[in-house]
């Protein structure tokens, strides 16, 4: 199966030539296939890494080591996954996402290969966490950027339809590493998610090169142009920046403690697993729900990322607001986090979903590698954060308000984006000279955005 899907990423590759240049994205074809890829990328990197956790006991009996010691195994794999990001960007843009998203396929499948064969925990630090990490931080970001390219009207969709990806596989998932760990012990397993991470290969090879209009005549010739670091420098994405930053802090602290504050709360283990289920399935239950209504153009694109956004954070005020439980089954914390988990998914696609309208489809890669960065560094703020104030308070009510308030602030700091806030009327554009005698009438200039895009930002005042 292996050969027959590197021999199609072969022939794939004998395809490429120079793409003829258009002046708009397809909006469908061979777009589709990319949004299958990227669902399948999303899979392998975000679906995988969140169900290996299931081998981290196996790590500790094995090497004797401690629970804290081997949950680094994961952190690593995260924190370089998400801080690298920028870096598969920048080498997208430089050579194009197809082959750097082949080649982290390779890398990350090395990673699980080599790290089957590991003598000590410094070993799967190495190799699952920095060799596989660096792996899944070429593959995403690039897959993401290259569906945002091929899509207009629909856009938010497909980008949602590639994020479900992160739900669907972590379902899968999970009870498959469980029976691999069960049957082949955690060398065996680990050979096998290695098999099983290559085909992020031919999932990059489908990734087919698209020349727009608006991309760059040339490619960037230094490292901080590649970088797009030069985007800090719009004020719209700067303050897109910040409120990302923001999020980020309490975003990804139900992954980490949920559980944990289910089981403070007096749930069984089943209890906990069962509120922790909630969320993911109304995670991934909203994302195609959020896309459909983003591209129905009906609210625009920035106001509804504010509102997705302060619904999250309301969603985790409301799950430490919750008090004891006296259901086995956790009925109110149940619907507190499926609420979360529900605001959460509509808020993911529409992240990604944005960007074009905010530094336009030549820069998407690189701005989506630069949201994933900043995602991490909420993403490392706020988990260490809520744990001191668990320790401090005795429980977790404190973090998920304190956390909570994180997401507020940064739906807040949205509304400042261009069309977040109504507008009292269109401004009307400015009148065309009568031309002389013997001149032409000037031609409209091609562009990407236009009055049928929902995504494009109209240009209104007061």
């Keep these: 199966f292996h050969c027959c899907c590197f021999l199609i990423s072969i022939l794939l590759l004998q395809q490429v030539k120079m793409p003829p240049l258009l002046a708009r994205p397809p909006d469908g074809g061979w777009g589709w296939v990319v949004a299958g890829s990227a669902f399948v990328v999303n899979g392998l990197s975000y679906g995988l890494l969140r169900s290996l956790g299931l081998a981290l006991p196996a790590f500790a009996e094995y090497f004797d080591r401690s629970t804290q010691d081997t949950a680094w195994v994961s952190a690593i794999a995260l924190a370089v996954q998400q801080a690298a990001s920028p870096v598969g960007s920048a080498l997208s843009t430089r050579w194009g996402a197809r082959p750097v998203v082949m080649v982290g396929g390779i890398i990350t499948s090395l990673g699980f290969i080599l790290s089957a064969f590991a003598s000590s925990l410094l070993h799967l630090y190495l190799g699952l966490g920095l060799l596989a990490g660096s792996g899944w931080a070429l593959v995403f970001a690039p897959a993401l950027g290259t569906v945002s390219r091929y899509f207009s009207r629909r856009r938010v969709l497909a980008v ?63 490292p901080l142009n590649a970088l797009g670091l030069t985007l800090f420098t719009h004020p719209a994405f700067a303050v897109f920046a910040l409120g990302t930053t923001l999020v980020g802090a309490g975003y990804f602290i139900p ?208």
């Design 160 to 222: 949602g339809l590639a994020l479900t990806g992160n739900g669907v596989a972590s379902l899968l998932l999970a009870p498959v590493l469980q029976l691999l760990l069960d049957a082949f012990g955690w060398r065996g397993a680990l050979l096998l998610l290695g098999a099983t991470t290559l085909h992020l290969t031919p999932c990059g090879a489908l990734l087919r090169p698209l020349a727009l209009s608006g991309d760059p005549t040339t490619p960037p010739h230094s």
């Design 255 to 462: 992954y980490v403690h949920l559980a944990p504050h289910a089981l403070d709360l007096g749930l069984g283990g089943y209890g906990a697993a069962l509120v922790v289920a909630g969320a993911a399935v109304g995670d991934a239950g909203t994302r195609l729900v959020s896309g459909w209504l983003a591209d129905g153009g009906w609210i625009p694109l920035p106001r509804l990322l504010a509102m997705t956004g302060a619904l999250t954070g309301l969603g985790l005020v409301a799950v430490g607001l919750v008090q004891e439980q006296e259901e086995e089954w956790g009925g109110t914390l149940l619907a507190a986090a499926g609420a979360y988990g529900m605001s959460a998914g509509a808020f993911a696609p529409l992240v990604f979903g944005v960007l074009p309208g905010l530094v336009g489809l030549g820069s998407i890669l690189q701005a989506t590698g630069l949201v994933m960065m900043l995602m991490s560094l909420g993403g490392l703020l706020g988990p260490p954060l809520s744990g001191f104030l668990r320790d401090v308070t005795g429980d977790f009510k404190a973090s998920f308000l304190f956390c909570g308030s994180f997401i507020l602030s940064g739906s807040f700091i949205y509304l400042m984006l261009p069309g977040a806030l109504p507008r009292c009327h269109s401004a009307p554009p400015p009148p065309t000279p009568p031309p002389e005698q013997g001149e032409l009438l000037p031609s409209p200039e091609s562009t990407l955005a236009s009055p049928n895009d929902p995504h494009s930002i109209p240009n209104t005042t007061c």
